[in-house]
């Protein structure tokens, strides 16, 4: 059976689906990009503060601050409550609200998040972000890639199908619960043990952590699958289309676990990109996989020997777990960053 034959049928509407849902979120960022505004602003409790952007002219009191505590003494939250006049509305506008980790304050499209606090107790910093439209663009672009990897295992004519159905059901399903306990057991490992910081409380945490280890586990036995096909050339073929199974739902986790925490990190520091070490190298293992799922074409692009496909891909998915080691322990340990503590 000729396993390319599907690249060569009319690209499936689940697929051709996923590649429109990472135009739009690209979309969505240059929105964000060019039309968006943000930046911080210092607020003690002994005087306002102006705010003049683009769009208002607001100016800000902080009348009280709060760092909430659990039994034992650890902060959990921190609560901003801030009293706003908007002279830029007429009749001028008088307004309150709170501001709380994880939970900004929303105010004519603007939103305010904690960002740090004097060491005294009377003053706070804030991040504000006005992107009304670069958001709602992205966010639909969340949604329609979250519909086209699910839809994605249930087109027929795909790469992924073929390559399934050479596969024993057994097999897969053995294998699909180990990779579910070691997903599991690495999720216990790596979540912060409390007390957390407060930006981690939140149910996103054990859900982002988890979706991303799931990811980050297939990509180890692709790994372990190309070490032992150099080895054992006479189980370097099955192997191969192995880890080409694999690669697809491990991509998907990846890229699922990335746009969570980008959700997550608009709720905390009201953006959900900001290049930090972490999130940069998050997405640059997310391409060096990306081009693995579209080997087939690369490797009949330039027109790889039949005989050493296998060879060279398996030193690809293990050249590839490079850069998860390096997401993953390089990037704590050489460039820091906001998730230093991951």
Not at 62 to 72: G, R, T
Not at 86 to 101: F, H, K, L
Not at 279 to 306: C, D, F, G, Q
Request: aromatic residues 14%.
């Amino acid at each position: 059976m000729d396993l390319l034959r599907p690249f060569r049928m009319r690209r499936a509407f689940f697929t051709g689906l996923l590649h429109i849902a990472l135009v739009t979120i690209v979309a969505g960022a240059l929105v964000t990009h060019f039309f968006g505004e943000q930046g911080e602003i210092h607020l003690r409790s002994d005087k306002a503060v102006s705010l003049s952007t683009k769009y208002k002219t607001v100016s800000l009191f902080l009348w009280d601050f709060q760092i909430i505590s659990d039994a034992e003494n650890n902060p959990v939250d921190f609560v901003s409550e801030l009293r706003m006049i908007d002279r830029s509305e007429q009749p001028v506008v008088i307004a309150e609200g709170t501001v709380r980790m994880n939970k900004p304050l929303k105010y004519h499209g603007y939103r305010f998040c904690q960002s740090d606090y004097d060491s005294d107790g009377q003053g706070v910093v804030l991040s504000y972000n006005y992107d009304p439209w670069g958001i709602g663009i992205t966010y639909t672009g969340y949604a329609l890639l979250l519909v086209s990897m699910i839809g994605f295992f249930f087109q027929r004519n795909t790469y992924f199908r073929s390559l399934l159905r050479k596969q024993h059901t057994w097999l897969m399903v053995g294998l699909g619960v180990f990779v579910l306990v070691m997903a599991v057991v690495m999720t216990k490992v790596v979540t912060p043990k409390p007390p957390l910081q407060p930006v981690l409380q939140t149910p996103l945490l054990g859900i982002h952590v988890s979706v991303i280890m799931l990811a980050y586990t297939l990509f180890a036995v692709m790994m372990v699958n190309g070490i032992i096909g150099l080895c054992m050339p006479a189980r370097r073929e099955g192997l191969m289309q192995l880890s080409q199974v694999l690669l697809y739902p491990a991509l998907f986790c990846l890229t699922a676990g990335i746009f969570i925490g980008a959700v997550w990190a608009n709720m905390s520091w009201g953006r959900y990109w900001g290049w930090d070490p972490k999130e940069t190298w998050a997405l640059i293992t997310m391409l060096v996989y990306a081009l693995l799922v579209h080997w087939p074409v690369i490797s009949r692009k330039l027109k790889v020997e039949s005989q050493k496909q296998a060879i060279y891909y398996h030193i690809c998915t293990i050249v590839a777990f490079l850069f998860v080691l390096f997401t993953y322990f390089g990037v704590n340990r050489l460039l820091g960053g906001l998730h230093s503590y991951a």
